[in-house]
């Protein structure tokens, strides 16, 4: 498989259920960590190193990442609906 990355963004490699960090990448407290560690005032980003060096809790539970990332998408649609 041929991409192309930006460096506006950072490649994931997921040890996790990919559902799952979905789902958490794009929750408030996540947001709210990753902009905290921002640096830069015209164009304010994360570096790689940054982002993978942030301390975050996450279950270590693969059924149950997968449990919780496969309710959130089903709640997602059907709020769609």
């Known amino acids: ?3 192309v990355f930006s460096t506006g ?9 990919a559902e799952f960090l979905m789902c958490f990448l794009q929750t408030d407290s996540f ?4 902009l905290d560690s921002c640096t ?3 164009y304010p980003a994360i570096n790689s190193n940054d982002l993978s060096n942030l301390e975050i809790d ?3 539970s693969e059924d149950e990442q ?5 309710f959130i998408t089903n709640l997602d649609h ?3 609906l």
């Not at 997968?66 to 496969?70: K, L, Q, V």
């Open 1 to 3: 498989n041929n991409y």
């Open 9 to 17: 963004y950072a490649h994931m490699r997921p040890k996790i259920d």
């Open 31 to 34: 947001v709210k960590v990753v």
């Open 40 to 42: 830069g005032t015209s």
């Open 58 to 60: 996450l279950p270590t």
């Open 66 to 70: 997968r449990r919780i990332g496969c």
């Open 78 to 80: 059907l709020i769609t």
